[in-house]
């Protein structure tokens, strides 16, 4: 995942920046740590905005609601970071591997040290009116984290059972249902308004006898996407959409060679595209991303 260093500057701002190269000057060995938690922060700001880029959301709140939505991603990626058994002790670990060799810390360099992170911890200046986030999108980052987190603790058993039933892991499969429903957001509902459970986005083909509900949906031609109606299997339960999922893989020909073969997220990414599961010529590029997400989130969650 490539990063960017400009996005979110509520999560490291110049301050931060400021505080962590003097005490990196002052105590290697101490700054390793903060070093660590500060990329993972990074590293969780672009988990969180690709969820939101996976979620449908309205065109309210224009560039000024990006904005504040930015600066809550950050925060709420800040959150995450420095937890027991995350990313940033592997890379605390790494960092400290190369530093047994360096010369014991002066008192006064240990005295500069304790300034900087009393500078990096100081409370930050109270945003003005014209800059305070908007009740909005405060409501939309904690919506977001709580329906990911959520999502993810809710379908995990079912996706276990799947994993059980088809041998693909089940973080696999949490990513497929996360990518094809928004993270549960985007759920398809039925003519009524009641739920379908169908958070894969599997067609009522020829054989299926059960429930259906018509919902428009993007197929491509070729690169060109068009859009059109089509039949949905609607469900009685998550348990039963993961059920009906686990058996088209487990039972269906073209899904064979996934299932046997994949062993990365890419691989069963590719295998699925390959297999016809979507006609979106990207899909395979978005549901590998997708896995990544769901497994770097569930980490982050403990």
């Known amino acids: 995942m490539r990063l960017d260093p400009t996005a979110g500057s509520a999560g490291l701002d110049a301050r931060d920046l400021d505080a962590l190269r003097t005490r990196a000057q002052a105590d290697p060995r101490a700054a390793s740590r903060a070093a660590a938690v500060q990329f993972e922060s990074l590293f969780m700001q ?12 309205s065109e309210e709140g224009g560039a000024a609601g990006e904005t504040f939505t930015g600066m809550l991603d950050a925060q709420f990626a800040k959150q995450f970071a420095g937890r027991p058994g995350g990313l940033a002790d592997v890379l605390e670990k790494q960092l400290t591997r190369h530093l047994h060799n360096l010369p014991a810390v002066s008192p006064e360099n240990q005295a500069a040290a304790a300034a900087a992170a009393a500078a990096a911890t100081a409370p930050a200046k109270t945003p003005t009116a014209a800059h305070a986030p908007s009740t909005s999108a405060l409501s939309s980052l904690k919506g977001l984290g709580e329906k990911a987190s959520t ?5 995990l058993p ?3 059972e ?8 089940a973080s696999f499969i949490l990513g497929q249902a996360a990518l094809e429903s928004g993270w549960g957001k985007g759920e398809m509902k039925n003519a009524d308004g009641s739920q379908s459970f169908n958070l894969f986005g599997v067609k009522a083909t020829s054989g299926w006898t059960g429930k259906t509900t018509n919902v428009t949906t993007t197929e491509y031609a070729g ?4 859009k059109q109606k089509a039949a949905f299997r609607s469900y009685a339960s998550y348990a039963d959409a993961f059920a009906d999922y686990a058996r088209m893989l487990a039972g269906s020909p073209r899904y064979a060679n996934v299932v046997r073969t994949a062993s990365t997220a890419e691989q069963f990414a590719g295998g699925m595209q390959r297999a016809g599961y979507a006609t979106d010529p990207h899909y395979a590029s978005k549901l590998a991303r997708t896995i990544n997400h769901t497994l770097a989130l569930q980490r982050a969650l403990g």
Do not use: C, I, N, Y
Not at 223 to 226: G, I, T
């Open 158 to 160: 079912h996706a276990q």
């Open 151 to 155: 999502f993810l603790r809710d379908m």
């Open 223 to 226: 690169a060109q996407p068009v």
């Open 162 to 169: 799947a994993e059980r039933r088809t041998g693909v892991p």
């Open 46 to 57: 672009q988990v969180v905005k690709s969820m939101r880029d996976a979620t449908p959301r």
